[in-house]
């Protein structure tokens, strides 16, 4: 007798699954961990800034900024101030899909209006895998 030698169709099938189902929880992981990272950016940078208003920009002028830039804090590397899209921080972006708000917010209190001093502030970002991180103002 002659045998075959080769797969069955089962074994290919078997196979094949098997491949699927891995790729599928490749896929996954590597969107995880993608996000994970995106939001390790925001944390770093919401603490940069927050460090440079703190130690550097209240240090020198007793008051903090009514709007944050890098005029304002020139110390900070300019990409600090761009979310993981590349939108500034309190600015939008007009898409296919109508206005994206950048993840980074920026909100002075206590502003007088002729100077510009503030007396407090608050930085916020979204995270897509925690909750959302906010940092305040520690001098008051």
């Not at 790729?23 to 927050?50: C, G, P, W, Y």
């Not at 939108?87 to 502003?111: M, V």
Request: glycine share 4%; proline share 4%; aromatic share 8%.
């Amino acid at each position: 007798m002659k045998k075959d030698s080769g797969f069955t169709v089962i074994e290919l099938i078997v196979v094949i699954i098997i491949l699927m189902v891995s790729a599928f929880l490749f896929s996954t992981q590597k969107q995880n961990l993608e996000a994970s990272m995106r939001d390790n950016k925001r944390k770093v940078d919401i603490n940069t800034i927050h460090h440079n208003l703190e130690k550097v920009y209240f240090a020198k002028n007793k008051s903090y900024p009514r709007e944050l830039n890098e005029g304002t804090l020139p110390a900070v590397q300019p990409d600090t101030f761009k979310d993981p899209n590349g939108i500034a921080i309190n600015e939008s972006r007009q898409g296919l899909l109508g206005e994206t708000p950048s993840d980074y917010k920026y909100e002075a209190k206590g502003c007088n209006q002729e100077t510009g001093a503030c007396k407090s502030y608050t930085l916020h970002t979204n995270l897509e895998l925690e909750a959302d991180y906010t940092k305040k103002s520690t001098n008051k």
